[in-house]
């Protein structure tokens, strides 16, 4: 019998979370060492269609207690029962290590992304819920002034819609600003430790996109390491420079975005179908952050893809470029067709009852 491989995993110190709206599976997750939990409304938005008899009644009971309430309300309504579901089952983690772990990422409105004020607003409402919450934002130039902002008040925030490089300087600058502001208020600063998700698979997947339409031809395989290249640069940068911030990987595609960016420095998230694949693969985990991709796959991304530059360089893009690099754009795209998804699925409800 093959041995649970995630276990294996935190065994090293290397810490993951499971990204999944669904409670249940992050149980599972925590069971073999999982230490927190992300979601998103593409991620609720299929947890209503993959598990409808967890999601419907919870729909249900509000739409029947809050009769006036728009589809927007109860939405909101059921993101919030998930996610205080959710941070009670990784409570147990946040107390055991003194509020370093244990977090619950939960997701500001993707529709308000182009608004620093509606996003500050969110977070404030959200960081009540519970108290190891940490608030999911946008790292576009007006996102990350919002994450400034939401660190100096003493939130715990997460970048998201981030793949690249300068994205992550970027909002570790952010960070550093906010926790400046949060000291001079006299806020405990020192618990305030913020997280930087890098959307590995989605760089990958943008770059796919690029070389279909632009008809480059690429060696089989060299793609698949966009992502991971431009992960463990960022790793690099942060060791070097000091950078806070914790690095955290997303959007998984195959295994070797989870094999080879294992670290005792960096977390990820790992979805619960892609996660429960990795945990009775035939090879153990090892620690292979740092271990460099290899030259030959470097120089063909860097000959062949200006966006990969931008994104593994650290002077790639200037912040306001953020929000029209193609991954960026696809990405916030797909959010907002998510949350559609679930206002659909809310409307039908509202419709029948």
Same mark, same amino acid.
């Given at each position: 019998?093959?041995?649970?491989? /995630?276990?294996?995993?935190?065994?090293?110190?290397?810490?993951?979370?499971?990204?999944?709206?669904?409670?249940?599976?992050?149980?599972? +997750?925590?069971?073999?060492?999982?230490?927190?939990?992300?979601?998103?409304?593409?991620?609720?938005? =299929?947890? !209503?269609?993959?598990?409808?008899?967890?999601?419907?009644?919870?729909?249900? $009971?509000?739409?029947?207690?809050?009769?006036? +309430?728009?589809?927007?309300?109860?939405?909101?309504?059921?993101?919030?029962?998930?996610?205080?579901?959710?941070?009670?089952?990784?409570? @147990?983690?946040?107390?055991?290590?003194?509020?370093?772990?244990?977090?619950? %990422?939960?997701?500001?409105?993707?529709?308000?992304?182009? %608004?620093?004020?509606? /996003?500050?607003?969110?977070?404030? =409402?959200?960081?009540?819920?519970?108290?190891?919450?940490?608030?999911?934002?946008?790292?576009?130039?007006?996102?990350?002034?919002?994450?400034?902002? /939401?660190?100096?008040?003493?939130?715990?925030?997460?970048?998201?819609?981030?793949?690249? !490089?300068?994205?992550?300087?970027?909002?570790?600058?952010?960070?550093?600003?906010?926790? =400046?502001?949060?000291?001079?208020?006299?806020?405990?600063?020192?618990?305030?430790?913020?997280?930087?998700?890098?959307?590995?698979?989605?760089?990958?997947?943008?770059?796919?996109? !690029?070389?279909?339409?632009?008809?480059?031809?690429?060696?089989?395989?060299?793609?698949?390491?966009?992502?991971? +290249?431009?992960?463990?640069?960022?790793? $690099?940068?942060?060791?070097?420079?000091?950078?806070?911030?914790?690095?955290?990987?997303?959007?998984?595609?195959?295994?070797?975005?989870?094999? =080879?960016?294992?670290?005792?420095?960096?977390?990820?998230?790992? @979805?619960? %179908?892609?996660?429960?694949?990795?945990?009775?693969?035939?090879?153990?985990?090892?620690?292979?952050?740092?271990?460099?991709?290899?030259?030959?796959?470097?120089?063909?991304?860097?000959?062949?893809?200006?966006?990969?530059?931008?994104?593994?360089?650290?002077?790639?893009?200037?912040?306001? %470029?953020?929000?029209?690099?193609?991954?960026?754009?696809?990405?916030?795209?797909?959010?907002?067709?998510?949350?559609?998804?679930?206002?659909?699925?809310?409307?039908?409800?509202?419709?029948?009852?």
């Amino acid at each position: 019998m093959i041995p649970a491989r /995630m276990a294996q995993m935190s065994a090293l110190g290397a810490d993951w979370w499971n990204d999944s709206g669904v409670p249940a599976e992050l149980s599972q +997750a925590i069971a073999l060492g999982a230490v927190g939990g992300t979601s998103n409304p593409v991620i609720v938005a =299929q947890a !209503v269609k993959a598990q409808p008899d967890l999601c419907l009644p919870i729909i249900d $009971r509000n739409l029947t207690d809050f009769p006036s +309430a728009t589809e927007d309300d109860i939405a909101w309504k059921l993101i919030h029962t998930l996610a205080l579901d959710a941070a009670a089952r990784l409570l @147990p983690v946040f107390h055991a290590t003194r509020g370093v772990k244990g977090f619950l %990422s939960v997701q500001v409105n993707p529709k308000y992304y182009p %608004s620093f004020e509606l /996003m500050v607003a969110q977070a404030t =409402q959200l960081t009540r819920l519970a108290p190891n919450l940490a608030i999911k934002v946008p790292a576009t130039a007006v996102g990350i002034a919002a994450i400034e902002e /939401m660190t100096a008040r003493g939130f715990r925030v997460n970048a998201t819609v981030s793949f690249t !490089v300068p994205q992550a300087i970027a909002v570790a600058d952010a960070f550093a600003r906010g926790l =400046q502001r949060a000291r001079t208020a006299g806020l405990p600063a020192d618990t305030i430790h913020p997280y930087i998700t890098l959307m590995i698979g989605r760089v990958d997947d943008h770059l796919k996109r !690029v070389a279909a339409h632009q008809k480059i031809a690429v060696t089989p395989g060299v793609l698949d390491w966009a992502g991971i +290249a431009v992960f463990k640069n960022a790793h $690099r940068i942060f060791q070097q420079h000091g950078y806070a911030g914790t690095l955290l990987a997303a959007a998984y595609r195959h295994e070797a975005h989870w094999s =080879q960016i294992v670290g005792r420095d960096v977390l990820q998230t790992i @979805p619960f %179908s892609w996660w429960t694949q990795f945990n009775a693969t035939s090879a153990p985990p090892a620690l292979t952050l740092e271990q460099p991709v290899d030259a030959a796959i470097l120089a063909e991304l860097r000959s062949k893809f200006p966006d990969f530059i931008r994104a593994h360089d650290p002077n790639g893009m200037p912040p306001a %470029s953020f929000l029209n690099y193609g991954a960026t754009q696809h990405t916030l795209h797909q959010f907002l067709g998510g949350y559609d998804d679930l206002i659909a699925a809310v409307r039908a409800r509202m419709l029948v009852l």
